[in-house]
């Protein structure tokens, strides 16, 4: 069965750090590009980070700095680690793969995301 797993979530203080994997089980993640989505209490869900099959990187600006995408393919996860903490970051954290080669979005998988908690 195709699966994304997010993990790594919880209640952190302004400036901490969380680490979050995407782990993927029935597929390879070797020819996705993997993104980070988010979504806070009352707002839409925003792009946050993604890396290609080929390891290119996007940030978006809010994160840019702080956060740091990775992949270990032998592991077939993604990383998301997030440094400098903010309670703008508090949002529920999705992970979203989207075969390379596929000329649309409709088919990328999603996992069932993981909470993350700024606060002091």
């Known amino acids: 069965q195709v699966q994304l797993v997010e993990s790594g979530g919880g209640l952190v203080q302004p400036g901490g750090s969380l680490r979050l994997s995407c782990a993927a089980s029935g597929f390879t993640l070797d020819y996705y590009a993997i993104g980070w989505f988010r979504q806070a209490p009352g707002k839409e869900r925003e792009g946050v980070s993604c890396?290609?099959?080929?390891?290119?990187?996007y940030y978006a600006d809010s994160v840019k700095g702080r956060f740091t995408i990775s992949r270990d393919n032998a592991k077939n996860t993604v990383f998301l680690q997030m440094n400098s903490l903010k309670p703008e970051d508090t949002a529920v954290y999705y992970c979203?793969?989207?075969?390379?080669?596929?000329?649309?979005?409709?088919?990328?998988?999603w996992g069932q995301g993981t909470q993350v908690t700024v606060s002091s």
């Open positions: 979203n793969a989207h075969f390379r080669f596929s000329p649309d979005y409709e088919d990328d998988y």
């Open positions: 890396i290609s099959s080929d390891g290119n990187t």
